[in-house]
């Protein structure tokens, strides 16, 4: 005769690996053993005491999942709304800018306006997929870490059930750690690198022997851009150890700040200098003035 617990078993091992089967039979059904004993020990009665037993554990499902492992999906319940409204900052922050800054520069350049748009969208729809892309990874990584989700369900809010001093964050710092900003600041790192790359293949402008002209300086690939594009990956890095983490500490916070101060330097300094911008490019556009350096008193 098939019992509830022979139901349940073969209800929870429907949803796990084949090869994994036996052993999670073993077990599962041990442990229903073992909480049934003790119901029946302390003189409740058999069919009631099995059935508390299995409504303890759960769905069947769900304790197939925890049996499974790791999680099969990218963005799990507690982050999921979470992530659509970062995602959707995220895209209005970078798509329109993108779209409205090609469309413009092309215009400038002479092309004409099917051209600039057609351009402008494409470029605006690579951006938006890059910042989908790691957006979405950016929250993967921290449903995967089990610091993070709890560090970042208590900041947001997210942890169902009441509070208790168990939910208090592991660390003492006062400065609050919010998912959205380093997803931002990981998909915004990711985008300019991405641009900085893209610029030197792509262009309104090409010279006399048909090369494309740059927005940037070539001359800064000799020696600005490799320190400014490993300054970007390191700080995408950081961002991605605050995400797994799930909290700030002294040494991600003095890494963002320096990182921050080194990035500040090097641009203010190469733009006061009129190192940054390609002059040729802003000739073309007739605004070659704009990147004169500033003069020496």
């Known amino acids: 005769m098939t019992t509830l617990t022979d139901r349940y078993v073969a209800a929870t091992l429907r949803w796990v690996p084949e090869k994994s089967r036996g052993e999670i039979e073993r077990e599962l059904r041990a442990s229903i053993g073992d909480a049934l004993d003790a119901r029946l020990a302390r003189g409740e009665d058999r069919e009631a005491a099995e059935a508390a037993v299995l409504t303890e554990l759960g769905d069947p499902m769900k304790l197939a999942d925890e049996y499974s492992g790791p999680p099969r999906y990218l963005i799990g319940p507690?982050?999921?709304?979470?992530?659509?409204?970062t995602l959707g900052a995220v895209c209005a922050l970078f798509v329109p800018g993108?779209?409205?800054?090609i469309l413009a520069v092309w215009l400038a350049g002479g092309a004409s306006l099917l051209t600039a748009l057609v351009t402008a969208s494409v470029g605006a729809l690579t951006v938006g997929l890059f910042a989908a892309f790691w957006t979405t990874v950016g929250f993967a990584v921290v449903d995967r870490s089990a610091e993070a989700r709890r560090e970042v369900a208590e900041a947001f809010g997210v942890t169902a059930g009441s509070w208790t001093p168990d939910r208090l964050p592991a660390g003492t710092s006062l400065r609050p750690f919010r998912a959205n900003d380093a997803v931002e600041?990981?998909?915004?790192?990711?985008?300019?690198v991405a641009?900085?790359?893209a610029q030197r293949s792509v262009s309104p402008f090409s010279d006399a022997s048909g090369h494309v002209i740059p927005v940037l300086n070539p001359d800064l690939w000799s020696f600005w851009a490799p320190i400014i594009i490993v300054v970007a990956v390191v700080w995408i890095a950081v961002e991605f150890v605050l995400l797994a983490r799930g909290t700030w500490s002294p040494w991600t916070a003095l890494a963002v700040t320096a990182l921050a101060v080194a990035t500040g330097a090097i641009y203010i300094g190469l733009l006061v200098s009129g190192q940054f911008f390609n002059t040729a490019f802003f000739e073309k556009l007739g605004a070659a003035p704009w990147i004169a350096p500033a003069a020496s008193p």
């Open 98 to 101: 993108a779209w409205a800054l």
């Open 78 to 85: 507690n982050f999921y709304n979470m992530y659509v409204r």
């Open 195 to 197: 641009i900085f790359f």
């Open 185 to 192: 600041a990981i998909v915004g790192g990711i985008v300019g």
